[in-house]
């Protein structure tokens, strides 16, 4: 009996306590995922999650679901082999920071340029939290933690340039606590066909506690910057800011009723576009857009190899084990 | 006149040249042509591990080694009798394996003063005393070459000159009474595109055939008998190609697709290649984007219900490792092929060895047992791909198959299995509820001690794996003292189980009367066999037993070992299965041991056992 159809957020819990930390904003995307998963439609059992290692991977023993926790790094090139063999499947991939930029940079980055069919989720929280508290590769230079009692000496990954300089088709950011954002990011991101690499600002309560309260505590969205295809890029509590791109291609801040105000076209085939516009930061530009970076068609890595597959198998004819094995020179001995 | 013709029981052919001289592929037509005469036959190629070294230098140089006999043959042979040497650079190389007056024949226009220089001689061997002690034939083969090939039209001075390695193939032919049609065959086919080269190198074939019978530095020629084997049809094949088509195999005798995740690297490279060109049997290849990724996949694959199979050598398995021990705790099929090869770290990629052995044992974080199969022969890395990827199928388990660069690269004629006669090693996927309306993803089969495999997808089995250690039953997340000790113990229980499930360990003792047991495992076996025939042919009595199942060994495997005063372990590494036999079984076994990157002689393990014999 398939599970599909009318189908509760109650449907994706488990019997398993959920042992994050109070306040963690792991719990946020538990519950957006839970209430999310059934309007996608998909039955139950074709939903697979597959996490590394770290707090974040703990996720697929908190969704009914299948579900693999697997190495430290390695869940996109486990998820690869799951997804190539079986694109009936909605293979998603729940990661932190230090699981997908650090030990698994190398698996996520590939998968990303293959444009595997699953959803990468990048739970960020700027600090390794289950090995209590070292800084990781998006924590920012200078970062003081038990590993680095005089501040770190590593210049951080901004994982949305990586991704997107990583040939990925799909790319955006969400927040925790924002359900509704998250959920339309979420949407779109199952939606599309082939890799989608969605970073989620998540607070990390006890180790990294409000590394994102900009936006996190914005409630008059004076620093978030909204992604809206096909609309102006403004923001500010009264709308008033706006971003626009400079002749060397770099964005800059200016009012919204200036002149060139931006229109953001997530499916620019280029990549520069999406790539100037992760570069825009709290830090350097006082603003943090939040929503679909990028999202274009590439033809798809399962979706090719079924192809070679059925391309051989229309020439050759279904394989013949016997002729096989008799193939190339023979000879008789009597 | 036709000149006389000797008959030989059996012939060790070994060409040698530059990496450039197309020596692999002389010694594999050689083949072709002796295998259509049913000699038996063992190759071994030899070649560098650069593509294309200096020209002329030592390390570029290639060889490949055919034996051939009118009897069942065990090995490509200890020495050649017979070295064809196409430069300064190869004769100095292999002369040293050639014994007294053994056949020598030298490509006289290579050895000019700048090869001669590049190989290190400071005077042409050609023409002092230093190959007194052998019968030395001196054939001017580039200029004959060259020669013959004047007239065609579109072909290069240059392309003449590189025809010479046939016109060495037609010389050699004609004096061991080879065929030479398939050969013309098969560049005609190989040329197709370029019909004056096609013409040229026939050309050069035909002109050192007919070299052969006009000239008067061969007084006779020789003649070996077809062998008498197994009646059926054969083929040639390396251990490369075998273990390949045991997964193709083994893919629709479990009527599972097949995954194989893989990162180049030799020599396990052309299992990946030849599986690629599978497609029409439902084969997916992943060239992922290290060996951890090509692991990984195919656990991944396996999850989804695929036959996954992963395949390296030494310095790619030791990366695998964590993935292995990710397959032991969600106890899923795995098989993962390691082509071992020489020396720690990079070590010698082209060499044989047999030094990860206690690695694909032990080498991973704690109590992780994993199966081990070793295929003994090139053909019989088909036989034993089917085998480890049985046990992977029926027990949940990685699997590891242990082959070698001796195994991979070496050549015999395979007789072909019928299909029919393979075995079923089809599985089946849980769908249903094990417990009530529950399903238990560890509760176990009674005698297998395997879990169910529920692949997803299926409905109503929905269910969550993972590296923590799990609740026995349940597979939930848990840390009770006593469930891991009982979980540590079933994972071990389970694989020393499969002992019932597999062939006790046969022995090889025709008389009946040994007092000296060889023991041998994988890829010795042709070295070890030949070794005890030659002891017994020279009057002892000696009995050999060879391992294909290292993990867990065959259930007789102590008792046999006890049955003998003494045991003698040769193996390519300073005695890893020496250590298990004697830890496991307390026997005060013996090892002989040779890391030299090349197969075990026969030869020198005969004079082994010998001595051991006679103590």
């Known amino acids: 009996m398939s599970t599909n159809g009318h189908l509760t957020a109650k449907d994706y819990r488990t019997d398993q306590e959920v042992r994050w930390c109070p306040g963690c904003g792991d719990y946020a995307i538990l519950a957006a995922m839970q209430s999310f998963m059934p309007e996608l439609g998909i039955a139950r059992e074709n939903t697979v999650f597959v996490s590394g290692i ?9 969704m009914n679901t299948y579900g693999m926790h697997s190495i430290h790094g390695r869940a996109p090139a486990i998820a690869t082999g799951l997804a190539t063999t079986r694109p009936d499947l909605s293979v998603w991939v729940a990661t932190g920071d230090g699981d997908a930029l650090s030990i698994g940079g190398n698996h996520l980055i590939h998968a990303l340029r293959r444009n595997v069919n699953f959803k990468i989720l990048l739970f960020n929280n700027r600090i390794y939290g289950l090995t209590k508290g070292q800084y990781s590769p998006t924590s920012e230079l200078g970062k003081v933690t038990k590993s680095t009692p005089m501040g770190s000496l590593d210049w951080p990954f901004n994982p949305l340039s990586l991704a997107i300089g990583a040939e990925a088709t799909f790319v955006a950011r969400a927040i925790d606590t924002d359900k509704a954002g998250m959920t339309a990011v979420l949407r779109d991101a199952a939606e599309h066909r082939g890799s989608a690499f969605v970073e989620i600002f998540q607070n990390c309560p006890i180790f990294n506690d409000d590394a994102f309260a900009f936006v996190r505590d914005d409630k008059e969205g004076v620093n978030r910057v909204p992604l809206r295809d096909g609309e102006p890029i403004t923001w500010g509590a009264g709308g008033e800011k706006a971003l626009r791109q400079r002749s060397d291609g770099s964005i800059e801040i200016c009012r919204a009723d200036d002149e060139g105000v931006l229109v953001h076209d997530a499916h620019h085939e280029g990549a520069a576009l999406a790539f100037a516009l992760s570069r825009v930061t709290q830090e350097s530009h006082g603003g943090t857009p939040v929503g679909v970076f990028r999202d274009v068609e590439r033809p798809v890595y399962d979706d090719l190899m079924a192809g070679q597959l059925a391309a051989a198998t229309e020439k050759f004819g279904e394989g ?15 | 006149m036709a000149k006389p013709v000797e008959q030989l029981s059996q012939v060790i052919v070994r060409f040698a040249g530059d990496s450039g001289d197309g020596m692999q592929l002389t010694g594999s037509q050689f083949t072709s042509e002796t295998a259509l005469l049913g000699n038996d036959i063992s190759t071994l190629p030899d070649f560098p591990a650069e593509i294309r070294a200096p ?12 034996h051939f006999a009118d009897f069942d043959i065990l090995t490509p042979g200890d020495a050649p009798n017979v070295l064809v040497a196409m430069n300064p650079a190869a004769l100095k190389t292999n002369i040293k394996d050639l014994p007294k007056g053994g056949t020598l024949i030298v490509n006289s226009d290579a050895f000019n003063e700048r090869n001669l220089q590049k190989a290190g001689y400071a005077t042409n061997p050609l023409e002092d005393e230093s190959l007194g002690e052998f019968q030395v034939h001196s054939v001017p ?25 046939m016109f060495a193939l037609g010389l050699m032919s004609w004096l061991y009474g080879r065929p030479i049609e398939p050969t013309i065959e098969f560049l005609e086919e190989k040329f197709a595109k370029r019909p004056e080269i096609a013409a040229a190198n026939v050309k050069a074939l035909q002109a050192g055939y007919a070299f052969g019978e006009t000239t008067e530095s061969f007084a006779v020629t020789y003649e070996i008998k077809p062998a008498k084997l197994t009646p059926g049809t054969y083929r040639n094949i390396t251990g490369n190609q075998a273990l390949s088509l045991g997964l193709v195999a083994a893919s629709r005798l479990s009527k599972l697709p097949l995954f194989l995740g893989a990162y180049p690297i030799t020599p396990a490279s052309a299992i990946l290649e030849e599986l690629a060109g599978y497609k029409n049997f439902g084969v997916r290849t992943f060239q992922a984007e290290d060996e951890i990724a090509a692991a990984g996949a195919a656990v991944g694959a396996a999850f989804g219900g695929s036959l996954g199979v992963t395949t390296s050598a030494g310095p790619g398995v030791v990366l695998k490792a964590e993935t292995i021990g990710l397959a032991i705790m969600l106890e899923l099929p795995l098989v993962i092929c390691d082509i071992q090869r020489a020396g720690p770290s990079t070590g010698m990629p082209t060499k044989p060895e047999q030094g990860d052995l206690l690695m694909v044992l032990f080498g991973r974080n704690s109590e992780s047992p994993v199966p081990v199969v070793a295929p003994r022969s090139p053909s019989d890395c088909f036989d034993a791909a089917i085998e480890a990827c049985r046990i992977a199928l029926k027990y949940r388990t990685p699997v590891y198959l242990l082959s070698d660069a001796y195994l991979a690269n070496g050549s015999e004629p395979w007789l072909l299995p019928d299909v029919e006669s393979l075995p079923d090693i089809s599985t089946t996927f849980a769908t249903e509820p094990n417990d009530g309306d529950e399903f238990l993803p560890y509760l176990r089969d009674e005698q297998t001690l395997a879990r169910p495999w529920a692949v997803p997808g299926t409905p109503g089995l929905e269910h969550r794996i993972g590296g923590l250690e799990k609740a026995d039953r349940t597979g939930n997340i848990s840390y009770d003292p006593d469930n891991h000790d009982l979980m540590t113990r079933l994972r071990a229980q389970k694989v020393a189980g499969i002992a019932s499930d597999i062939p006790e360990l046969e022995v090889d003792d025709p008389d009946g009367d040994a007092r000296v047991l060889v023991l041998g495992w994988g890829g010795t076996y042709g070295p070890i066999a030949a070794a005890c025939r030659r002891v017994r042919t020279g009057g002892r009595a000696v009995a050999h037993a060879h391992l294909r199942h290292l993990n867990p060994f065959p259930r007789n495997t102590g008792e046999v070992l006890r049955r003998y005063d003494k045991v003698l372990v040769p193996e390519m590494n300073l005695g890893q299965l020496l250590k298990l036999v004697r830890a496991e079984f307390l026997v005060d076994a013996v090892g002989y041991n040779r890391v030299s990157g090349i197969p075990l002689r026969s030869a020198e393990v005969a004079d082994a056992i010998e001595a051991m014999v006679d103590q």
């Open chain 1, 320 to 334: 013949d084990l016997g002729a096989l094995l008799h193939s190339g020179e023979t000879w008789e001995i009597g």
């Open chain 1, 54 to 62: 770290g707090c974040a991977a703990r996720f697929p023993y908190y």
């Open chain 2, 141 to 165: 083969l580039t200029s004959l070459t060259v020669g013959a090939l004047k007239g065609i039209e579109g072909v290069t001075p240059r392309e003449a000159e590189r025809s010479k390695n």
């Open chain 2, 55 to 66: 020209a002329g230098s030592l390390p570029g140089v290639s060889g490949f080694q055919v």
